[in-house]
């Protein structure tokens, strides 16, 4: 997998915004920004995922920059059940021959505070 | 439409005895994958099943083995557990991966090994 980097942790208040980055500069042109969240000791949960363009659905959006190098998850009003560890993947295309795994990092935990 | 369901949801075992763990994937889903998480550290992938075959193994011992049936639901078998086994085991699904495809997690079983 292409490796990622995300913050350690974020604070966010309740009803705002929270932008999550992602950096991923060795993602090669094939393969795809996945993020999932992590609810303390439960499954994680698939959020979103994108190639090039920005991509929105009932729980957040994703903003992947032109040169695909970064992304950012926005949760775009965030409450206290959004905190969670939050992953961004960037798994190894399987066209290229290796196994679809992902490979979760150490992801960013966010605390969502009244 | 039912999710990934795992079972059971607790495990304990003494050191050498073996686990078997069980998961059905979501309707229409032919892949399984199990990743470990023990206390404190990241998800670490285990095992690929795709069809009823192992596709891709991760950097676990031998004694981790699995199968998958034609129902494609898994089973996955710790045999001559050891203490450090104890963890939360995930499986996900996800459609068939001639192409990436989002992979849905299970609630997890947590094995404690005494």
């Known amino acids: 997998d292409a490796k990622t980097t995300q913050p350690t942790s974020m604070d966010c208040a309740e009803g705002r915004a929270a932008n999550l980055p992602c950096n991923h500069s060795t993602i090669s042109g094939n393969e795809y920004v996945y993020w999932y969240r992590q609810i303390h000791s439960q499954g994680p949960q698939y959020i979103i995922h994108?190639?090039?363009n920005n991509e929105t659905n009932e729980m957040a959006s994703l903003i992947i920059t032109e040169d695909r190098k970064s992304s950012t998850l926005i949760l775009p009003h965030a409450t206290l059940r959004d905190t969670a560890v939050y992953y961004c993947i960037v798994p190894r295309s399987p066209l290229s021959g290796t196994a679809s795994k992902l490979t979760f990092g150490t992801g960013t935990r966010l605390q969502v505070t009244l | 439409e039912a999710g990934v369901t795992q079972s059971p949801t607790h495990l304990i075992k003494t050191r050498g005895q073996q686990a078997t763990l069980r998961c059905s994937p979501i309707?229409?889903?032919?892949?399984v994958y199990w990743y470990q998480q023990a206390l404190g550290l990241g998800l670490q992938f285990l095992l690929w099943?795709?069809?009823?075959?192992?596709?891709n193994r991760g950097n676990f011992p031998p004694r981790f083995s699995g199968r998958q049936f034609p129902n494609y639901s898994s089973e996955l078998n710790v045999n001559a557990l050891e203490l450090e086994d104890s963890a939360l085991y995930l499986c996900?699904?996800?459609?068939?991966?001639?192409?990436?495809?989002?992979?849905?997690f299970g609630p997890g079983t947590r094995l404690l090994v005494l």
């Open positions: 309707s229409g889903h032919t892949s």
């Open positions: 099943y795709d069809e009823g075959e192992e596709r």
């Open positions: 996900a699904s996800s459609l068939a991966t001639k192409y990436q495809e989002t992979q849905y």
């Open positions: 994108g190639l090039k």
